[in-house]
């Protein structure tokens, strides 16, 4: 078995419908340990890279703009940011959530029990979780600095930040 990291988002429609804990307390089950966290209010490029694999389908538009929060308007224009640490962290997570498609997911996970499909097509799925070993160490390094995880995950070199030292990805 293998120690990995994986990101979660609790998204806009999450936070909208006050499913942090129920969320938390599934991931829970995992045995997994969180090792960041932080609220976060994703620009539009932010969020244009997060998706950067999805860019060329018609809902991309719309994408950005429900992980953005202007589906759902303040105070849900942010997400919550996890990365969730352990033994096979990415497997245990997609399964504790879900098929992105929350008609196809299973009941008892968080998309099957949160999730549901716009009348424009669009999935409010409550979460994002990373895919692969690839896009977690892609996106935990797009929504996390190094030094907002108690976990050293991947080199980083020193740096400053309004003169001060600090850390940032190698």
Partial sequence: MQK?????????????KSLT????????????????????????????IHYQHLKDKPFFSGLVDYLQGKLHGEPYDRVLAFVYYGENAIEKVRKIVGATNPEEAEPTTIRGSYGRIMTSGLFENVVHASSD???????????????????DLYPAKPCAHNNQPALDWA
């Fill in 4 to 16: 990995q990291a994986t990101l979660v988002l609790i998204k806009p429609d999450g936070l909208k």
């Fill in 21 to 48: 804990g129920n969320i938390m307390s599934k991931l829970a089950e995992s045995k997994l340990v969180i090792i960041g966290a932080r609220v976060a209010r994703p620009d539009r490029k932010l969020v244009e």
């Fill in 133 to 151: 070993p690839a896009d977690a160490e892609r996106e935990i390094k797009l929504w996390f600095k190094p030094d907002e995880l108690v976990v």
